[in-house]
């Protein structure tokens, strides 16, 4: 990884935005009161992407072009005032305008949504952002749910759906097997076409094993495409992206340590042996609480419930581990005695 910028002329630029990686690009003018106060955070910016180890920033090189010597390359490019900021795709010949704030932060938080990589605390966005060089990369997916936004940065509807998409993606990061994406058909008028994307925003799904696509015309609240995708795909998350109360349960078990003595292992240990492989691991919890209860009585419950909620709050954990401990507090409600 490059440990600063490229300085990009004309001599050298088709070979560093090449159109084998994606470039962010400042085209700026030694004079410009902007240009200078902005060095310093772009500098920070280089530091952050060279010290980073995540290997979506691989693909990603950033340069800066002195616009006001080299007036050909900025010409080429519309550059018509100081700085201009760039996003080129791996088609070089169609950035897109940086319009962000120039803060580091900000800038490195448009990086993670364009690559996925993590360079701001928090990870990036969980809507994969889907071009014409990597959509395919995501539709032709078939084993898994794809449920994609085609959008028009000037459209309103657009704007206000955005972060309830955004959300929508968040509920579902954990799930392997479901993609939520989008992508921007106006600036990239082949997808437009090749989607029939006819108004904005369109959505589409593909279903599990589905080649063709369906138009979604349900709500657009958050509730109503959460209960769209469980529906669909077979998931079971709540809005806040938590799983649903019946995660991790298994009815045949519930029966069974619902009246249970908190000391007859054998019964507990019977029901287990019965249960489907598909909720097996569900099941050997269930014995490890029994066999807890057992020793340490009824109190281990709200112990061990407590002790989890505690480590979730802090923050700390990636969505999966999270996804565990709460199918976890499922299982110990099972031994909740009314």
Excluded at 42 to 53: F, G, L, N
Excluded at 202 to 230: C, I, P, S
Excluded at 294 to 315: P, W
Aim: aromatic share 12%; charged share 30%.
């Amino acid at each position: 990884m490059r440990t600063t910028f490229e300085p990009v002329t004309p001599d050298n630029f088709d070979k560093i935005v090449d159109g084998t990686k994606y470039a962010f690009v400042e085209f700026y003018a030694p004079w410009c009161g902007h240009c200078k106060h902005f060095a310093s955070d772009y500098a920070d910016v280089a530091k952050a992407v060279s010290a980073s180890k995540d290997a979506h920033l691989a693909d990603v090189v950033l340069g800066k072009v002195n616009a006001d010597k080299h007036k050909e390359l900025g010409g080429r490019f519309g550059v018509h005032g100081f700085p201009t900021i760039k996003w080129f795709h791996k088609t070089k010949d169609k950035p897109d305008d940086y319009e962000g704030s120039r803060e580091v932060q900000d800038v490195l938080k448009f990086i993670d949504g364009k690559v996925g990589s993590r360079l701001v605390a928090g990870g990036p966005r969980a809507t994969k952002v889907m071009e014409p060089d990597n959509i395919d990369q995501y539709i032709d997916q078939k084993s898994k749910c794809r449920f994609v936004k085609f959008f028009a940065p000037w459209c309103g509807h657009c704007k206000k759906l955005a972060p309830t998409w955004d959300k929508l993606a968040s509920v579902f990061q954990s799930e392997d097997d479901v993609i939520i994406g989008e992508g921007d058909a106006a600036t990239h008028a082949e997808l437009g076409k090749r989607f029939k994307v006819e108004g904005y925003p369109t959505l589409l799904f593909w279903g599990k094993g589905d080649v063709n696509f369906a138009r979604y015309e349900g709500g657009r609240e958050l509730k109503d495409m959460v209960t769209y995708v469980n529906e669909k795909c077979g998931t079971r998350r709540k809005e806040d992206g938590m799983y649903a109360d019946t995660v991790g349960r298994v009815a045949s078990l519930d029966t069974v340590v619902r009246d249970w003595d908190g000391k007859n292992l054998a019964a507990v240990k019977e029901a287990v042996a019965k249960v489907d492989l598909d909720d097996r691991k569900y099941a050997t919890y269930y014995a490890s609480v029994a066999r807890s209860v057992a020793e340490k009585g009824q109190s281990y419950i709200e112990t061990e419930t407590g002790r989890l909620q505690r480590i979730i709050e802090k923050g700390e954990l990636m969505p999966k581990k999270i996804d565990e401990f709460v199918w976890k507090q499922h299982v110990l409600a099972a031994f909740k005695k009314a």
